[in-house]
């Protein structure tokens, strides 16, 4: 199973993000944290992915349509290795 997380690198989210991965689930997640924060080193080092999407000071629909296009992006790449 393959876990999406928003706001991976907080120290809540990233716990689980790590709990998670160690108990052998896919994840990748996004935070619009602009600063590089203590957590990423940790899911760094686990191999999880994060990407940066600003959108603290977008529209929520905004933020939604950037992240599925992104998801969809992604995973275009991974299943077709374009």
């Not at 935070?31 to 590089?36: N, S």
């Given at each position: 199973m393959k876990y999406y997380m928003a706001g991976i690198k907080g120290a809540g989210m990233s716990a689980l993000a790590l709990l998670l991965h160690d108990l052998g689930y896919e994840v990748?997640?996004?935070?619009?944290?602009?600063?590089?924060?203590?957590?990423?080193?940790k899911l760094i080092d686990a191999g999880i992915d994060s990407l940066k999407i600003e959108g603290r000071t977008k529209r929520p629909e905004y933020s939604y349509l950037v992240t599925k296009i992104y998801r969809k992006a992604i995973d275009n790449y991974i299943k077709y290795k374009l």
């Open positions: 990748v997640g996004y935070d619009d944290e602009a600063e590089h924060r203590f957590t990423e080193d």
